[in-house]
């Protein structure tokens, strides 16, 4: 799974590694989040989205899987495939409990008929996705059966042996064996987070660090404001220093996803009011307001912080802007880094991905 720039870590660079270590097929979420990836070598990548009409034509140029989750979608897309001569292959999402993208249940056995009766369109999977499979395994469980159930009704329709069906995320992989089906579309996972608790035999490592430089650092006197609002003021002079990180970077945009973060959220907030960066010489507080790209820390306690030292933020990767560059760590060396849409060498020459992994 790559959505949401491979949560965080770059789509690019990313799917060129995946690809490398033999992944067949990567998925993405929408059409932009393909194109972004560019021509990850080897692989094929599934559009988990159904495209506009205006975007068919881009997304079969560039051999995309899509999913489609309407008759109208398959036609014009069997239109198109036929005008380029191209086979295009198409997966059907199937909404079994979501309430959201998918062809109803009792729509897949007429979507499945039209597709095969489309000779330039190959049906290459059907698939689900489960809403709750790391909280609700009741309903998960039901959501799978009523899956399992429709995959017996297309399979006896004949001539469904390529057919990729596919249904677990991160949670389900987890929790429920029987929906491995034949293959697992794996993100949070993937990525060195479980979405449940799991044993000691699992090693999770960090995958991603948000760091920055301090651009500045000067004292300000006792009773002066610190950032837009004023909503800080010194209470006694105070050394300060200037990160060119704020809100356009991600910062401070993790939405706040679960009690357990909305009450660490209301604490922070209400007993202390604070929110830190990283320095080696110990945590720094965020002085008042995170601004558009320039945020404030307090070095009054720590005098030997200096300018141009590393901090790290805690943010969260998937709300990370994509124009924050990444540099990428093989066996403890850089790699690469991807700048602007670019990769770079570590020394910072252009280069491409192809055979990079
Ligand atoms: C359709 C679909 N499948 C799989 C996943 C992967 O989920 P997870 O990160 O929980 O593994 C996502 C993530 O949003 C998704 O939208």
Redesign the pocket.
């Given at each position: 799974?790559l959505?949401g720039n491979a949560y965080g870590h770059g789509a690019s660079v990313t799917a060129a590694f995946l690809a490398s270590r033999g992944l067949p097929l990567l998925a993405v979420g929408d059409l932009t989040e393909a194109l972004d990836i560019g021509q990850a070598p080897q692989t094929s990548i599934l559009v988990?989205s159904p495209p506009l009409p205006e975007q068919l034509p881009l997304a079969v140029r560039h051999r995309l899987h899509i999913t489609a989750t309407s008759p109208e979608l398959v036609q014009s897309l069997s239109s198109l495939a036929q005008g380029r001569n191209q086979k295009v292959t198409v997966h059907i999402k199937v909404d079994t409990g979501f309430g959201r993208l998918g062809a109803a249940p009792e729509e897949l056995v007429p979507l499945v008929k039209e597709i095969k009766k489309c000779p330039y369109l190959k049906l290459g999977g059907i698939f689900t996705?489960f809403p709750a499979a790391g909280g609700d395994r009741i309903f998960t469980a039901q959501q799978l059966n009523l899956f399992l159930k429709l995959k017996e009704e297309v399979c006896a329709l004949g001539d469904c042996d390529d057919v990729l069906w596919h249904a677990a995320?991160?949670?389900a992989f987890l929790t429920l064996p029987s929906s491995h089906l034949d293959l697992v579309?794996?993100?949070?996972?993937l990525y060195g987070q479980s979405?449940v608790s799991v044993g000691a035999e699992w090693d999770f490592r960090t995958t991603w660090q948000f760091k920055t430089r301090i651009v500045q650092i000067r004292t300000l006197p006792k009773g002066h404001s610190v950032g837009y609002g004023r909503k800080y003021r010194t209470k006694k002079p105070a050394r300060i220093g200037v990160i060119p990180v704020g809100y356009s970077h991600g910062l401070e945009l993790e939405p706040l996803t679960t009690p357990l973060r909305q009450i660490k959220h209301a604490l922070g907030q209400g007993l202390k009011g604070q929110h830190f960066v990283f320095h080696p010489m110990g945590p720094l507080p965020i002085l008042g307001r995170v601004g558009m790209g320039l945020t404030t820390v307090d070095l009054s306690k720590t005098p030997d912080v200096y300018l141009g030292d590393s901090v790290t933020l805690s943010m969260r990767r998937v709300t990370a802007s994509a124009h924050v560059p990444r540099i990428y760590y093989l066996a403890g060396k850089v790699k690469c880094i991807l700048a602007n849409h670019e990769v770079l060498s570590p020394t910072g020459r252009k280069i491409s991905l192809l055979g990079l992994f």
């Open positions: 799974m959505k988990l996705h995320n991160s949670a579309r794996i993100g949070t996972l979405p």
